[in-house]
């Protein structure tokens, strides 16, 4: 089948590539409609790697993805052919003891689209298992439903931090990570989010998403701004979003005492952790590796029009143009958030 296909860094073709894909009996094949260009697919582009994960052969790009059933296994009972659905792109080993303990996430083994030596989805058809398909809502399209992949890690980070009603949270990194884990606090409870990043365009879409500060951090303080709106107090929740290393060395200094960091955003290296000011407010410390258990509840809140995600969908285009769209995603305008490659319409 025709895909796109990284066949080494920085170079990407469109071209055939086989692909055995038989049909299980718990397995759904899914028409390819709309996939998004992830900041990990853009890094595998640029740099060929990311940590201990390599490209060494070719491999097919996207883990962002909707599309239409168009064949149904023999057990499958909750889908059928037509139905539209995303795709939770992350297969764990069902008896593993991670999967076994509600961390499936967390398995070793998980088989991640586009994670090497797992192919994407940038082609016209992939087997999934049924159980990491879901339905999508009449009024759910299929541009929203490749925006669930991302807005889960959002979700997640909201699980982790343990939100409470009213909360007054930070998110650090205005990029399409921290722009829908913004939307995730507030549907989660948050009362406020103070968003910092230093690409004004972008914090300007932010703030018309709701109760979004926007702070310039090339022009203000991050925490005098905090401290304002909190009487000094703080935030309640710090997300870092950014991956930034000096943002991820000062989370502390804009959160209150007892409050929580979560750490969303994989630094390009390591960096700094004071321990002293962490320990100081008791900070409790999380992390965030992708997502579980999420699925379902971000399509629900898209589909109640609770949490929008609309208007972080900013470039789109044809599969034909996906090596452009790469290009374009690698060297995006201030004004872009979301880039999309249509694959195929209905």
């Keep these: 089948m025709e895909a796109v ?92 003891r991670a999967t076994r303990l509600g961390l499936y996430n967390l398995d070793p083994a998980v088989r991640f689209w586009a994670t090497p030596p797992v192919h994407g989805i940038l082609r016209p058809t992939v087997v999934h298992p049924e159980a990491f398909t879901f339905k999508l809502p009449d009024n759910v399209s299929y541009e929203e439903g490749a925006m669930v992949e991302p807005l889960a890690v959002g979700m997640h980070g909201a699980n982790k931090a343990r939100i409470r009603p009213g909360d007054v949270a930070v998110v650090s990194g205005a990029g399409p990570i921290g722009m829908l884990q913004a939307l995730a606090a507030l549907a989660g409870g948050c009362s406020q989010v103070i968003m910092s990043d230093v690409v004004q365009p972008k914090l300007d879409l932010a703030a018309s998403l709701g109760p979004i500060t926007p702070v310039n951090a090339a022009k203000e303080s991050l925490k005098d701004v905090v401290m304002d709106l909190t009487d000094g107090w703080g935030a309640d929740i710090v997300f870092e979003c950014s991956g930034n290393q000096k943002a991820a060395e000062s989370v502390f200094e804009p959160l209150c005492p007892g409050g929580c960091v979560v750490l969303v955003g994989i630094p390009g290296q390591p960096f700094g952790f004071d321990v002293t000011k962490s320990q100081a407010k008791e900070a409790r410390v999380e992390s965030v590796f992708r997502y579980a258990h999420v699925y379902p509840r971000a399509i629900a809140l898209i589909a109640s029009g609770q949490l929008n995600v609309k208007p972080l969908i900013t470039d789109t285009f044809s599969f034909a143009e996906s090596v452009q769209a790469f290009e374009y995603a690698a060297h995006m305008p201030s004004t872009s958030v979301k880039v999309q490659i249509e694959v195929a319409k209905d």
């Design 5 to 96: 296909v990284l066949e080494r860094q920085k170079e990407l073709t469109i071209r055939d590539i086989e692909l055995d894909e038989p049909l299980g009996p718990h397995d759904v094949r899914v028409a390819l409609r709309t996939v998004g260009v992830c900041g990990s697919d853009v890094h595998y582009y640029e740099w060929g790697a990311i940590g201990p994960y390599v490209v060494r052969e070719p491999m097919v790009l996207g883990h962002e993805a909707s599309g239409r059933v168009v064949e149904v296994g023999s057990e499958v009972t909750h889908l059928k052919v037509g139905d539209r659905v995303c795709m939770e792109p992350g297969i764990p080993d069902p008896n593993s």
